[in-house]
């Protein structure tokens, strides 16, 4: 059809009757403004759920709406330039509360797409009740389309940079706000607890846990925070936290997190870390504690565990809760004195080899079960006879019965399993016979 079209001298697709029926439609389409408007702000809504809010800015969206439909059907009736239209004061304005809020920006984008097909519809439609000669049908919506595209696509360029100059601004502004709020918390200092849970969108008077998260060294990059946050809003969606959790970036690589957990007490932090798809981020976690002093508290807990989990060497494990490492936590402040403790009370035990961690490992399972031949054989998955075995092994290996200063041995235990070779005796040779 656009090769006859070329050819025929009588349609000239540039000429004054196609500008005169774009303008004869566009006019009797500005007449309809309010009902056009109103089918694509419907469309939006219904299409688009990210968009649904207070009527505050509902209301604003309208006006965008309002303001876009009219412009562009101006610039069909009149014939304005392109290049010397913006985007309306309020479409920029309702970019810039979306970007405060949150909304992901392809979803307002998508309202601009939705927008362009309704109106084309309404503009089409319009045009089939004034002519019915085809070529001129087709003259004219060619013409349409491509002023209603690059309208479109000119006021979508302006959107964007509405919406990313905002977001920088607000965020920079939220977080230096959020940052100085829990400086405060931290700090012990008495607080405003209303006016800090207002600044941080965040209840204190709750039970709460701390954590910290970090991505491993092999795949540092600049999107690192944006993937730790993620994985943070992933963990609170396992755990069906009740509201939003506090983040805050710490540097590139490492964040700290609180998790609102409501009047529930207790957390799986397990299961909630297993939610988490990317295998590189790792997580340290407090213990679930009520209030202000609570969140000050869980937090520190947070930053002891995650000391156990790096003083273990790479990889670290991807998740350790401070309930599983405390008395470990608490010995590492002087790494030195916990290294020979560990190799004077485990003695030939703390030798760093795949047989005495294994002989480590079954006598820790065996204290943690209370003596039980039958409950470590089951959780260990081998035979009884085995759990015995290895038993005699490691009362070789630390010359003395299990049994005796069972508490210090527990406790050494515990230190080489998280901390591994850093409390370890570097291992001289490979014993001939392992378990």
Known sequence: MLAGMCKNPQVD??????????????AAVSRRAAAVSEDVYEMILREIPELHDDKAVLALLASSVHSNVGTCLQIMQHQIDLSVVRAPAASLEYARRRAQRGTPLPALLRAYRLGHTCVSDWLVKELARQADDAQMLTAVTLDMSRIVAGYVDQTSEEIVAAYTQERENWLRNRSATRAARIRDLLSGQRI???????????????????????????????????????????????????????????????????????????????????????????????????????????????????????????????????SEVAPVAMMLGSPDLLRAWVLSTLAGLATDDEHHARLRDTLLVFLQMGGSYKATAERLTVHKNTVQYRLRRAEE????????????????LRASYWLGSSVLRPARERPANPA
């Open 13 to 26: 697709i540039n000429g004054p009757a196609v500008a005169e029926l774009m303008a004869g439609v566009a």
């Open 192 to 322: 405003n607890v209303s006016a800090t849970e207002a600044a941080l969108g965040y209840r204190l008077r709750q039970y709460h846990v701390g954590l910290v998260c970090w991505t491993g060294e092999a795949t540092a990059g600049v999107d690192d925070i944006t993937r730790l946050e993620h994985a943070i809003s992933s963990v609170a969606g396992k755990a069906a936290c009740p509201g939003d959790p506090v983040f805050l970036p710490r540097d590139e690589s490492s964040a700290w997190a609180w998790l609102p957990l409501g009047i529930h007490d207790t957390f799986d932090a397990a299961g909630a870390s297993a939610a988490g798809a990317d295998p590189d981020i790792h997580f340290a976690f407090g213990d679930a504690v009520k209030g202000a002093t609570g969140f000050r508290l869980t937090h520190q807990q947070a930053i002891a565990a995650q000391a156990v989990a790096l003083a273990a060497g790479s990889p670290p494990p991807r998740a350790v809760t401070f």
């Open 397 to 412: 290996s630390l010359g003395r019965p299990v049994g005796e200063n069972q508490h210090d041995v527990e406790l050494a």
